[in-house]
Protein backbone atom coordinates (compact mmCIF):
# COMPACT_ATOMS: atom_id res chain seq x y z
CA UNK A 1 0.00 0.00 0.00
CA UNK A 2 2.89 2.43 1.15
CA UNK A 3 4.49 1.48 -2.10
CA UNK A 4 1.47 2.69 -4.66
CA UNK A 5 1.21 5.70 -2.23
CA UNK A 6 4.87 6.54 -3.02
CA UNK A 7 4.34 5.60 -6.90
CA UNK A 8 1.58 8.28 -7.06
CA UNK A 9 3.67 10.78 -5.11
CA UNK A 10 7.17 10.44 -6.53
CA UNK A 11 5.98 8.57 -9.99
CA UNK A 12 7.87 5.88 -11.76
CA UNK A 13 11.40 7.54 -11.89
CA UNK A 14 14.08 4.86 -10.35
CA UNK A 15 15.94 7.65 -8.91
CA UNK A 16 12.49 8.39 -6.97
CA UNK A 17 11.83 5.31 -6.23
CA UNK A 18 15.20 4.10 -5.17
CA UNK A 19 15.06 7.48 -2.73
CA UNK A 20 11.72 6.11 -1.41
CA UNK A 21 13.40 2.95 -0.60
CA UNK A 22 15.65 4.34 1.13
CA UNK A 23 13.43 6.40 2.99
CA UNK A 24 10.98 3.67 3.93
CA UNK A 25 13.81 1.41 4.41
CA UNK A 26 15.23 4.34 7.59
CA UNK A 27 12.16 4.74 8.63
CA UNK A 28 11.58 1.16 9.65
CA UNK A 29 15.15 1.27 11.03
CA UNK A 30 14.43 4.05 13.71
CA UNK A 31 10.45 2.49 14.61
CA UNK A 32 12.09 -0.69 15.02
CA UNK A 33 14.53 0.38 17.38
CA UNK A 34 12.79 2.78 19.71
CA UNK A 35 10.25 -0.28 19.74
CA UNK A 36 12.93 -2.81 20.35
CA UNK A 37 14.59 -0.12 23.67
CA UNK A 38 11.07 0.52 24.68
CA UNK A 39 9.71 -3.17 24.93
CA UNK A 40 13.57 -4.33 26.39
CA UNK A 41 15.52 -1.73 27.35
CA UNK A 42 19.35 -2.29 27.36
CA UNK A 43 20.96 -5.01 29.10
CA UNK A 44 24.62 -5.05 30.88
CA UNK A 45 26.29 -5.74 28.24
CA UNK A 46 28.50 -3.16 26.72
CA UNK A 47 29.90 -4.32 23.16
CA UNK A 48 32.73 -3.14 21.03
CA UNK A 49 33.01 -3.98 17.41
CA UNK A 50 36.10 -5.41 17.43
CA UNK A 51 36.01 -7.71 21.00
CA UNK A 52 32.49 -8.46 19.48
CA UNK A 53 34.18 -9.69 15.92
CA UNK A 54 36.79 -12.22 17.65
CA UNK A 55 34.20 -13.48 20.24
CA UNK A 56 32.67 -14.02 17.46
CA UNK A 57 34.88 -15.62 15.34
CA UNK A 58 35.91 -18.15 18.26
CA UNK A 59 32.69 -18.95 18.61
CA UNK A 60 32.44 -20.23 14.96
CA UNK A 61 35.83 -22.20 15.42
CA UNK A 62 34.16 -23.90 18.84
CA UNK A 63 30.88 -24.26 17.25
CA UNK A 64 33.07 -26.55 14.01
CA UNK A 65 35.19 -28.59 16.96
CA UNK A 66 31.45 -29.35 18.95
CA UNK A 67 30.01 -30.64 15.82
CA UNK A 68 33.29 -32.82 15.09
CA UNK A 69 33.38 -33.87 18.64
CA UNK A 70 29.86 -34.61 19.01
CA UNK A 71 29.98 -36.88 15.02
CA UNK A 72 32.94 -38.73 16.62
CA UNK A 73 30.92 -39.68 19.65
CA UNK A 74 28.05 -40.78 17.82
CA UNK A 75 29.82 -42.68 15.27
CA UNK A 76 32.26 -44.51 18.14
CA UNK A 77 30.65 -47.68 18.53
CA UNK A 78 32.42 -47.91 22.07
CA UNK A 79 30.03 -47.09 24.53
CA UNK A 80 29.37 -43.38 25.80
CA UNK A 81 31.52 -42.18 28.98
CA UNK A 82 29.56 -41.24 31.90
CA UNK A 83 27.08 -38.40 30.62
CA UNK A 84 25.86 -36.31 33.69
CA UNK A 85 25.37 -33.06 35.05
CA UNK A 86 27.80 -30.11 35.85
CA UNK A 87 26.84 -27.78 38.03
CA UNK A 88 28.73 -24.04 37.32
CA UNK A 89 28.39 -20.66 39.88
CA UNK A 90 28.14 -17.97 37.89
CA UNK A 91 28.46 -14.06 38.96
CA UNK A 92 26.13 -13.17 35.68
CA UNK A 93 22.70 -11.43 36.54
CA UNK A 94 19.43 -14.00 35.83
CA UNK A 95 17.95 -12.18 32.29
CA UNK A 96 19.44 -11.74 28.71
CA UNK A 97 23.06 -11.51 29.86
CA UNK A 98 23.12 -14.99 31.37
CA UNK A 99 20.68 -16.35 28.40
CA UNK A 100 23.64 -15.13 25.71
CA UNK A 101 26.57 -16.38 27.93
CA UNK A 102 24.47 -19.95 27.96
CA UNK A 103 23.76 -19.87 23.98
CA UNK A 104 27.46 -19.76 23.70
CA UNK A 105 28.58 -22.71 26.41
CA UNK A 106 26.24 -24.83 24.18
CA UNK A 107 29.07 -24.59 21.90
CA UNK A 108 31.78 -26.32 24.17
CA UNK A 109 32.26 -29.36 22.69
CA UNK A 110 29.78 -31.99 24.70
CA UNK A 111 27.87 -29.40 26.79
CA UNK A 112 24.54 -28.28 26.90
CA UNK A 113 23.06 -25.74 29.15
CA UNK A 114 19.66 -26.79 30.90
CA UNK A 115 18.55 -24.28 33.54
CA UNK A 116 19.35 -23.09 36.27
CA UNK A 117 19.18 -24.66 40.31
CA UNK A 118 17.46 -23.08 43.08
CA UNK A 119 20.44 -21.25 44.28
CA UNK A 120 21.00 -19.65 40.59
CA UNK A 121 23.67 -22.07 39.79
CA UNK A 122 23.75 -23.30 35.63
CA UNK A 123 23.28 -26.79 35.40
CA UNK A 124 25.19 -28.10 32.33
CA UNK A 125 24.64 -31.27 30.94
CA UNK A 126 27.67 -32.57 29.52
CA UNK A 127 28.30 -36.17 27.79
CA UNK A 128 31.51 -36.79 29.80
CA UNK A 129 31.78 -35.55 33.38
CA UNK A 130 35.56 -36.87 33.60
CA UNK A 131 36.10 -33.78 31.40
CA UNK A 132 37.26 -30.63 32.74
CA UNK A 133 33.58 -29.30 32.37
CA UNK A 134 33.60 -26.87 35.32
CA UNK A 135 37.12 -25.16 33.54
CA UNK A 136 36.20 -24.78 30.60
CA UNK A 137 32.95 -23.37 31.80
CA UNK A 138 34.52 -20.68 34.23
CA UNK A 139 36.87 -20.30 31.18
CA UNK A 140 34.25 -19.44 28.97
CA UNK A 141 32.69 -17.04 31.50
CA UNK A 142 35.63 -15.11 32.54
CA UNK A 143 36.12 -14.69 28.38
CA UNK A 144 32.51 -13.57 28.21
CA UNK A 145 32.81 -11.12 30.86
CA UNK A 146 35.86 -9.59 29.41
CA UNK A 147 34.39 -9.25 26.26
CA UNK A 148 31.12 -7.61 26.52
CA UNK A 149 31.95 -5.93 29.76
CA UNK A 150 35.89 -5.11 29.09
CA UNK A 151 36.86 -7.13 32.37
CA UNK A 152 34.23 -5.40 34.52
CA UNK A 153 30.75 -6.49 36.12
CA UNK A 154 28.18 -7.54 33.21
Avoid: K, N
Avoid at 78 to 87: D, H, K, N, T
Avoid at 89 to 105: D, E, I, M, N
Amino acid sequence: MLALLWIAIAGTDPFDLTAGVLAVALATVALATWASLALMPPSGLHMTPLATLGYGLRLFGQSILAGIDVARRALDPRPLPAAGFVLHPTCLPAGSVRSAFCTTVCLVPGTLPAGTDAEGRLVVHCLDVAQPVAEQLASEEARFRRTFAGGGDV
